[in-house]
Protein backbone atom coordinates (compact mmCIF):
# COMPACT_ATOMS: atom_id res chain seq x y z
CA UNK A 1 0.00 0.00 0.00
CA UNK A 2 1.77 3.36 -1.07
CA UNK A 3 0.00 6.41 1.34
CA UNK A 4 -0.15 9.69 -0.76
CA UNK A 5 -0.66 12.74 2.36
CA UNK A 6 -2.46 16.04 2.05
CA UNK A 7 -1.94 19.29 3.46
CA UNK A 8 -3.43 22.56 3.82
CA UNK A 9 -3.01 25.78 2.34
CA UNK A 10 -0.15 26.53 4.82
CA UNK A 11 1.54 23.02 3.98
CA UNK A 12 0.60 21.32 7.48
CA UNK A 13 -0.44 17.57 7.06
CA UNK A 14 -3.67 17.19 7.70
CA UNK A 15 -4.51 13.31 7.20
CA UNK A 16 -4.19 10.76 3.98
CA UNK A 17 -5.58 10.78 0.06
CA UNK A 18 -7.73 7.12 1.38
CA UNK A 19 -8.80 6.43 -2.36
CA UNK A 20 -6.47 7.61 -5.61
CA UNK A 21 -5.37 6.55 -8.46
CA UNK A 22 -2.03 8.70 -9.48
CA UNK A 23 0.38 9.32 -12.19
CA UNK A 24 2.82 11.59 -12.43
CA UNK A 25 6.46 12.33 -14.90
CA UNK A 26 9.72 14.16 -13.98
CA UNK A 27 12.55 15.22 -15.79
CA UNK A 28 13.51 16.54 -18.79
CA UNK A 29 9.37 16.80 -19.83
CA UNK A 30 6.41 16.85 -18.44
CA UNK A 31 7.28 17.92 -14.85
CA UNK A 32 3.16 17.04 -13.47
CA UNK A 33 0.76 15.21 -12.31
CA UNK A 34 -2.79 13.72 -12.70
CA UNK A 35 -4.15 12.97 -9.36
CA UNK A 36 -8.22 10.81 -9.15
CA UNK A 37 -10.39 10.28 -6.14
CA UNK A 38 -13.97 9.62 -5.60
CA UNK A 39 -16.23 12.59 -6.03
CA UNK A 40 -16.53 12.40 -1.84
CA UNK A 41 -12.94 13.37 -1.24
CA UNK A 42 -12.26 17.31 -1.90
CA UNK A 43 -8.90 18.45 -2.15
CA UNK A 44 -8.30 22.17 -1.86
CA UNK A 45 -6.21 23.94 -4.53
CA UNK A 46 -2.69 24.95 -3.43
CA UNK A 47 -2.48 22.44 -1.33
CA UNK A 48 0.26 19.64 -1.37
CA UNK A 49 0.22 16.09 -2.29
CA UNK A 50 3.16 13.54 -1.54
CA UNK A 51 4.31 9.88 -0.95
CA UNK A 52 6.93 9.94 2.18
CA UNK A 53 10.42 9.16 2.01
CA UNK A 54 10.48 9.51 -1.76
CA UNK A 55 10.25 12.21 -4.46
CA UNK A 56 6.55 11.93 -5.36
CA UNK A 57 4.90 14.81 -4.92
CA UNK A 58 3.63 18.19 -6.17
CA UNK A 59 1.26 21.23 -5.61
CA UNK A 60 -3.01 21.13 -6.72
CA UNK A 61 -3.34 23.46 -8.76
CA UNK A 62 -6.49 22.54 -11.04
CA UNK A 63 -9.49 20.23 -10.80
CA UNK A 64 -12.38 19.05 -12.77
CA UNK A 65 -14.96 16.83 -12.20
CA UNK A 66 -15.83 13.79 -14.50
CA UNK A 67 -18.86 11.39 -15.08
CA UNK A 68 -17.65 8.48 -17.03
CA UNK A 69 -19.30 5.45 -17.09
CA UNK A 70 -21.86 5.95 -14.62
CA UNK A 71 -18.93 6.73 -12.33
CA UNK A 72 -18.60 10.92 -10.90
CA UNK A 73 -15.06 11.40 -9.55
CA UNK A 74 -12.86 14.34 -9.17
CA UNK A 75 -9.45 14.60 -11.22
CA UNK A 76 -6.57 17.60 -9.62
CA UNK A 77 -3.74 18.39 -11.76
CA UNK A 78 -0.46 20.54 -10.82
CA UNK A 79 3.10 20.54 -10.87
CA UNK A 80 5.48 17.80 -9.01
CA UNK A 81 8.39 19.52 -7.20
CA UNK A 82 10.66 19.38 -10.43
CA UNK A 83 7.39 21.58 -11.96
CA UNK A 84 7.60 23.85 -9.09
CA UNK A 85 11.38 24.75 -10.03
CA UNK A 86 10.90 24.67 -13.23
CA UNK A 87 8.56 27.21 -12.66
CA UNK A 88 10.76 29.75 -11.34
CA UNK A 89 13.15 31.64 -13.87
CA UNK A 90 16.91 32.42 -12.49
CA UNK A 91 18.16 35.22 -13.84
CA UNK A 92 21.81 37.25 -13.28
CA UNK A 93 21.73 40.36 -11.00
CA UNK A 94 21.47 44.02 -12.77
CA UNK A 95 23.87 44.62 -14.77
CA UNK A 96 25.49 41.43 -14.82
CA UNK A 97 25.28 39.04 -18.26
CA UNK A 98 25.38 35.67 -16.57
CA UNK A 99 24.98 34.28 -12.73
CA UNK A 100 28.38 32.21 -11.25
CA UNK A 101 27.37 30.12 -8.40
CA UNK A 102 30.26 29.35 -6.25
CA UNK A 103 30.46 28.15 -3.11
CA UNK A 104 29.34 24.94 -0.71
CA UNK A 105 26.38 23.52 -2.72
CA UNK A 106 24.09 23.34 0.32
CA UNK A 107 24.65 27.46 0.39
CA UNK A 108 23.83 27.43 -3.40
CA UNK A 109 20.66 25.81 -3.08
CA UNK A 110 18.96 27.66 -0.22
CA UNK A 111 20.33 30.87 -1.68
CA UNK A 112 18.26 29.82 -4.95
CA UNK A 113 15.44 28.80 -3.26
CA UNK A 114 15.16 32.13 -1.80
CA UNK A 115 15.82 33.91 -4.95
CA UNK A 116 12.97 32.46 -6.61
CA UNK A 117 10.93 32.83 -3.67
CA UNK A 118 10.26 28.86 -2.95
CA UNK A 119 11.24 28.91 0.62
CA UNK A 120 7.94 28.13 2.27
CA UNK A 121 7.92 24.46 0.02
CA UNK A 122 11.42 23.88 -0.09
CA UNK A 123 14.85 24.01 1.99
CA UNK A 124 18.26 22.88 1.36
CA UNK A 125 19.31 19.37 2.55
CA UNK A 126 22.17 17.32 2.89
CA UNK A 127 24.81 17.42 0.29
CA UNK A 128 27.32 15.28 1.73
CA UNK A 129 30.16 18.48 1.01
CA UNK A 130 29.39 18.81 -2.43
CA UNK A 131 30.95 22.50 -4.23
CA UNK A 132 29.71 24.63 -6.75
CA UNK A 133 31.64 26.63 -9.22
CA UNK A 134 29.55 27.06 -12.36
CA UNK A 135 27.94 30.19 -14.40
CA UNK A 136 24.70 29.66 -15.79
CA UNK A 137 22.71 30.78 -19.11
CA UNK A 138 21.57 34.37 -19.08
CA UNK A 139 18.01 33.02 -17.96
CA UNK A 140 17.23 29.77 -17.23
CA UNK A 141 14.59 27.74 -15.02
CA UNK A 142 15.41 27.04 -11.42
CA UNK A 143 15.46 23.31 -12.23
CA UNK A 144 17.70 23.54 -15.16
CA UNK A 145 20.34 26.01 -12.87
CA UNK A 146 20.46 23.01 -9.91
CA UNK A 147 20.59 20.42 -12.10
CA UNK A 148 23.44 21.65 -14.12
CA UNK A 149 25.16 23.15 -11.22
CA UNK A 150 25.03 20.19 -9.31
CA UNK A 151 26.22 17.77 -12.58
CA UNK A 152 29.41 20.48 -12.92
CA UNK A 153 30.12 19.19 -8.95
CA UNK A 154 29.83 15.59 -9.76
CA UNK A 155 26.22 15.14 -8.65
CA UNK A 156 22.93 15.17 -8.97
CA UNK A 157 19.76 16.13 -7.22
CA UNK A 158 17.75 14.97 -4.80
CA UNK A 159 14.14 15.76 -3.67
CA UNK A 160 12.23 14.30 -0.81
CA UNK A 161 9.52 15.72 1.52
CA UNK A 162 10.66 15.25 5.63
CA UNK A 163 7.98 14.68 8.11
CA UNK A 164 9.21 18.32 9.66
CA UNK A 165 6.72 19.76 6.68
CA UNK A 166 9.45 21.21 4.59
CA UNK A 167 10.25 19.38 1.01
CA UNK A 168 14.56 18.66 1.08
CA UNK A 169 16.25 19.48 -1.79
CA UNK A 170 19.83 17.79 -1.48
CA UNK A 171 22.77 16.73 -3.63
CA UNK A 172 24.25 12.94 -4.14
CA UNK A 173 27.38 11.81 -5.96
CA UNK A 174 26.30 11.33 -9.09
CA UNK A 175 25.43 7.14 -9.50
CA UNK A 176 27.14 5.62 -12.62
CA UNK A 177 25.86 2.34 -12.77
CA UNK A 178 28.25 -0.05 -15.98
CA UNK A 179 27.27 -3.26 -16.19
CA UNK A 180 29.77 -5.64 -17.34
CA UNK A 181 27.46 -8.95 -18.54
CA UNK A 182 28.99 -10.30 -15.10
CA UNK A 183 25.02 -10.28 -13.69
CA UNK A 184 23.41 -9.07 -17.12
CA UNK A 185 21.93 -6.16 -15.17
CA UNK A 186 21.25 -4.23 -18.61
CA UNK A 187 19.88 -5.49 -21.43
CA UNK A 188 20.71 -3.86 -25.22
CA UNK A 189 19.93 -3.58 -28.61
CA UNK A 190 22.37 -2.85 -31.37
CA UNK A 191 21.57 -2.27 -34.69
CA UNK A 192 23.71 -2.12 -38.06
CA UNK A 193 22.67 0.93 -40.02
CA UNK A 194 23.04 2.36 -43.79
CA UNK A 195 22.54 5.86 -43.87
CA UNK A 196 21.87 8.37 -46.81
CA UNK A 197 24.63 9.23 -48.76
CA UNK A 198 23.86 11.13 -51.15
CA UNK A 199 21.23 14.66 -51.06
CA UNK A 200 20.38 16.46 -53.90
CA UNK A 201 19.78 20.05 -52.92
CA UNK A 202 17.16 22.01 -54.26
CA UNK A 203 17.59 25.81 -53.67
CA UNK A 204 15.53 28.84 -53.87
CA UNK A 205 13.91 29.69 -57.55
CA UNK A 206 11.07 28.13 -59.78
CA UNK A 207 11.24 25.28 -62.09
CA UNK A 208 14.90 25.16 -64.26
CA UNK A 209 16.31 28.36 -62.15
CA UNK A 210 16.21 26.55 -58.73
CA UNK A 211 19.78 25.68 -58.05
CA UNK A 212 20.24 21.71 -57.64
CA UNK A 213 23.58 20.51 -55.68
CA UNK A 214 24.93 16.94 -55.38
CA UNK A 215 26.57 16.51 -51.81
CA UNK A 216 28.21 13.20 -50.86
CA UNK A 217 29.03 11.00 -47.73
CA UNK A 218 32.08 8.27 -47.95
CA UNK A 219 31.99 5.05 -45.98
CA UNK A 220 33.74 6.94 -42.75
CA UNK A 221 30.45 9.34 -42.64
CA UNK A 222 32.73 12.18 -43.70
CA UNK A 223 30.95 14.72 -46.69
CA UNK A 224 31.74 16.40 -49.79
CA UNK A 225 30.65 16.85 -53.54
CA UNK A 226 32.71 13.67 -54.24
CA UNK A 227 30.68 11.06 -54.96
CA UNK A 228 32.23 7.33 -53.30
CA UNK A 229 29.44 4.75 -52.60
CA UNK A 230 27.16 3.93 -55.86
CA UNK A 231 25.26 1.05 -57.25
CA UNK A 232 23.55 -0.77 -54.60
CA UNK A 233 24.98 1.03 -51.77
CA UNK A 234 24.06 4.04 -52.59
CA UNK A 235 21.22 5.46 -51.31
CA UNK A 236 19.44 9.50 -52.37
CA UNK A 237 17.56 11.41 -51.00
CA UNK A 238 16.04 15.46 -51.67
CA UNK A 239 16.67 17.94 -49.52
CA UNK A 240 14.05 21.01 -50.46
CA UNK A 241 15.71 24.32 -48.94
CA UNK A 242 13.49 26.95 -51.24
CA UNK A 243 15.20 29.93 -49.43
CA UNK A 244 18.48 29.37 -49.57
CA UNK A 245 21.19 31.04 -52.15
CA UNK A 246 23.54 28.26 -54.16
CA UNK A 247 26.66 28.71 -51.64
CA UNK A 248 24.14 28.79 -48.58
CA UNK A 249 22.48 25.69 -50.09
CA UNK A 250 26.15 23.98 -50.49
CA UNK A 251 26.59 24.81 -46.72
CA UNK A 252 23.37 23.66 -45.09
CA UNK A 253 23.12 20.62 -47.54
CA UNK A 254 27.03 19.32 -46.00
CA UNK A 255 26.06 20.07 -42.93
CA UNK A 256 22.42 17.67 -42.67
CA UNK A 257 24.01 15.07 -44.36
CA UNK A 258 26.68 14.79 -41.99
CA UNK A 259 23.75 15.29 -39.42
CA UNK A 260 22.39 12.06 -41.24
CA UNK A 261 25.73 9.77 -40.74
CA UNK A 262 24.80 7.30 -38.17
CA UNK A 263 26.05 3.68 -38.98
CA UNK A 264 25.32 2.35 -35.62
CA UNK A 265 22.60 2.74 -32.66
CA UNK A 266 21.88 0.77 -29.49
CA UNK A 267 18.96 1.15 -27.11
CA UNK A 268 20.44 0.46 -23.24
CA UNK A 269 16.99 -1.46 -21.79
CA UNK A 270 16.58 -1.01 -17.91
CA UNK A 271 15.14 -3.83 -15.99
CA UNK A 272 11.64 -3.29 -14.56
CA UNK A 273 11.64 -2.56 -10.80
CA UNK A 274 14.94 -0.90 -10.14
CA UNK A 275 14.74 2.58 -9.20
CA UNK A 276 17.42 5.40 -10.26
CA UNK A 277 17.58 9.14 -9.87
CA UNK A 278 17.20 11.90 -12.34
CA UNK A 279 20.78 12.65 -14.12
CA UNK A 280 22.26 9.14 -13.46
CA UNK A 281 24.42 7.35 -15.93
CA UNK A 282 23.90 3.87 -17.15
CA UNK A 283 26.23 1.88 -19.01
CA UNK A 284 26.59 -1.58 -21.05
CA UNK A 285 30.25 -2.83 -21.07
CA UNK A 286 30.02 -5.79 -22.95
CA UNK A 287 32.59 -8.49 -23.35
CA UNK A 288 30.95 -10.72 -25.55
CA UNK A 289 30.52 -8.05 -28.26
CA UNK A 290 32.94 -5.83 -27.29
CA UNK A 291 30.12 -2.96 -26.70
CA UNK A 292 30.85 -0.38 -24.59
CA UNK A 293 28.01 2.38 -24.43
CA UNK A 294 26.32 4.84 -21.81
CA UNK A 295 23.58 6.70 -21.23
CA UNK A 296 21.60 8.86 -18.45
CA UNK A 297 18.10 8.84 -16.92
CA UNK A 298 16.30 12.02 -18.27
CA UNK A 299 12.52 11.05 -17.25
CA UNK A 300 10.55 8.93 -15.57
CA UNK A 301 6.53 8.15 -15.16
CA UNK A 302 5.18 7.00 -11.68
CA UNK A 303 1.67 5.36 -11.82
CA UNK A 304 -0.06 3.73 -8.48
CA UNK A 305 -2.77 3.61 -6.27
CA UNK A 306 -4.01 3.32 -2.97
CA UNK A 307 -3.76 -0.73 -3.38
CA UNK A 308 -1.15 -1.34 -6.32
CA UNK A 309 2.29 -0.82 -5.60
CA UNK A 310 4.06 1.41 -7.55
CA UNK A 311 5.14 1.09 -11.26
CA UNK A 312 8.09 3.35 -12.50
CA UNK A 313 9.39 3.50 -15.89
CA UNK A 314 12.26 5.34 -17.50
CA UNK A 315 13.58 7.16 -20.36
CA UNK A 316 16.94 7.09 -21.40
CA UNK A 317 18.68 9.76 -23.30
CA UNK A 318 20.41 8.54 -26.66
CA UNK A 319 22.77 6.79 -25.93
CA UNK A 320 26.90 7.53 -26.39
CA UNK A 321 28.58 4.38 -28.16
CA UNK A 322 32.40 4.41 -27.08
CA UNK A 323 33.27 1.92 -29.78
CA UNK A 324 30.39 1.49 -32.36
CA UNK A 325 32.67 0.12 -34.96
CA UNK A 326 34.39 -2.58 -32.87
CA UNK A 327 31.01 -3.74 -31.36
CA UNK A 328 29.82 -4.03 -34.84
CA UNK A 329 32.35 -6.13 -36.18
CA UNK A 330 32.26 -8.70 -33.39
CA UNK A 331 29.03 -8.83 -34.24
Known amino acids: MTWLIRTDTAFSDVGKVPIFTMEMAFGDEENDFELTVPYSTELAKNTLVYVPETEWGGLIREDAVIREDGLTFRRYKGPTWHGLLSQRVVRPDPGESHLRLTGAAGNIIQSLIERCRLADIFVSGECGGAVIDVTLDRCCTLYEALRKALLAAGCVLTIQRDPDGLTRLGATSRPVLIDDAAGSRFGFRLERLHPVNHLVCLGKGEMVDRPVIDVYADSNGDVSQTQS ?90 AVLNNASDAMERE
Open 229 to 318: IFGVDEIEEPYDDSTAEQEALLEDGLKHLKELQEFAHVEIILPAGDDYIIDSVVGIADAKTGLEATASICKAVVEFDDVKPPEVTYTLTD
